[in-house]
């Protein structure tokens, strides 16, 4: 069962269940048919291996079909965070050569400002399909999914992922996790992250089941462990959260819950324990095709602020700005070698080869293992904003800031948020000292250019901003000076 052959469904057990959710109910037999369908319209629309097609949709079914349509036909799917404006949608379909879109129908239009082809989906079951045959064997090192992440650099990046670094991430996730047949996994987090994606793929990897709410609504979510009683599921810290305030308890049945993605609050985690939820801490990015290190609620009293040790045969060490490996207890950048790092960004081969160097890839994290070999973490890619499980690189919001007119200097910075774990503030510098600008008036000037994530929750006007002797902003100095407030 546990074979590259799996993402073509010719290794599941046809009449075990596929897909749950309060609409559809599918075994993998019927899934199958609907990915063949699908795959043979796709087809008959001039869809080939040669193509890279993005993926604009919710996280249901059909998103899920499309991807394996895709694979079917060995096209290269690339997927897309429809929370984003239509600019940054523009600037990544362009960014990773897309010439064709498959949109969602309830997705609000992308707008013809660029030269592909736009497929609004589900499909009319009468239009033109090829017939499609269960695809042949699958090159284990070839390209099989684009997912876009936020860089230090201001521009999103594709990270290419091919079959085998999702095989291996599966694996050696499997150590931690335990799979059976029987399993049933909640898509709790959106397919076109990693936490979501990496759900799809180990489903299908271990021939399980996979339940999908009407939304990512926590309402939503409770309502699908009630009627379907999930055995596995993946958060980040805001929806537990929420889960927790709501009065929300696990199902009997649902073993593990993978929390990770952000700041963790230690209190969080063990008023989760005391409610019942198994929770499993995890480590990782979209570079390494999921987590890469884990903690047991067993372990968490003991090291309530690691994210765990390297799940084996993954291996994590910390290193000097010269990326030598430097001893226990010493901070540093983390750095991860594992079978299932990432290829390399998409089309950025100087970008790549500054992330990963002799079998490493080097993280942007900042943190220190213990004499233990467990994991802290001290700073998350040093300025990165991780915001309801949503990454914020702050420089792309200060460039938009500063083409206000009554702005001339602008800082963002994360604040830490009961709710949100962080949320996104911005310090500005005004132009006239007597010239006042309102919150809701700069995020009604942010909206149009920014998804929503982005927007600056916080507002603080300053004289000058902190600037080290490179004129470099000091976001430490600002997040210190303003924690708490």
């Known amino acids: 069962m546990f074979s590259i052959n799996a993402f073509l469904l010719k290794t599941q057990e046809l009449s075990y269940p596929a897909i749950n959710s309060n609409s559809d109910q599918l075994n993998y037999e019927e899934f199958q ?10 087809s008959a629309m001039g869809l080939s291996d040669k193509d890279n097609i993005a993926i604009i949709g919710n996280s249901d079914a059909d998103f899920i079909i499309n991807l394996l349509a895709l694979w079917q036909i060995k096209a290269l799917p690339v997927l897309i965070n429809p929370r984003l404006t239509n600019n940054e949608i523009e600037e990544q379909i362009i960014t990773t050569d897309c010439k064709v879109v498959l949109q969602n129908r309830m997705i609000k239009s992308i707008g013809p400002s660029f030269d592909a082809k736009v497929f609004s989906y589900p499909f009319d079951e009468e239009l033109e399909q090829d017939d499609i045959e269960p695809g042949e064997e699958l090159n284990p090192e070839d390209t099989a999914v684009i997912i876009f992440t936020s860089g230090a650099s201001g521009n999103s990046k594709g990270v290419e992922l091919s079959f085998n670094n999702l ?143 390297a799940v084996k045969p993954n291996q994590i060490i910390i290193v000097n700005e010269n990326r030598f490996q430097i001893p226990w207890g010493e901070v540093g950048e983390i750095a991860v070698s594992s079978a299932a790092v990432m290829k390399g960004y998409y089309n950025d081969e100087d970008e790549t080869e500054k992330k990963i160097e002799d079998g490493f890839y080097f993280t942007g994290d900042i943190g ?50 009961d709710d949100w774990g962080e949320i996104v503030a911005a310090a500005i510098v005004l132009k006239d000292e007597k010239s006042t ?49």
């Open 33 to 42: 048919k609907k990915v063949l369908k699908t795959a043979g319209i796709l």
């Open 167 to 309: 095989l291996q991430s599966a694996r050696i996730g499997d150590k931690i996790i335990h799979h059976n047949k029987e399993d049933r996994w909640l898509a709790s987090l959106p397919f076109y992250h990693i936490g979501g994606f990496s759900i799809i793929s180990r489903a299908l990897l271990f021939g399980t089941s996979i339940i999908i709410p009407e939304s990512l609504q926590i309402q939503d979510l409770a309502e699908v462990m009630k009627n379907f009683n999930p055995t596995l599921c993946s958060f980040v810290p805001t929806q537990l959260k929420r889960m927790l305030e709501a009065d929300i308890l696990p199902n009997d049945e649902l073993r593990i819950t993978l929390l990770g993605g952000g700041f963790i609050d230690q209190r969080l985690v063990f008023d989760a324990i005391s409610d019942g939820w198994n929770i499993t801490k995890v480590y990782g990015s979209t570079e390494t095709s999921s987590f890469v290190s884990s903690i047991s609620d067993e372990e968490i009293y003991d090291k309530p602020r690691s994210v765990g040790t």
């Open 368 to 417: 220190f293992v213990d004499a233990n070999g467990y994991l802290f973490i001290e700073a998350r890619r040093t300025d990165l904003i991780v915001t309801g499980g949503e990454n914020v690189n702050p420089n792309e919001v200060e460039k938009r800031l500063i083409e206000h007119p009554e702005i001339v200097d602008a800082a963002v910075f994360p604040l830490k948020d």
């Open 437 to 485: 600008i309102e919150l809701n008036d700069l995020q009604e000037f942010l909206k149009d250019d920014l998804a929503g994530f982005k927007i600056p929750k916080k507002l603080i006007v300053e004289k000058e901003l902190p600037r080290n002797e490179l004129e470099k902003i000091l976001r430490s100095k600002l997040i210190k000076k303003y924690e708490g407030i």
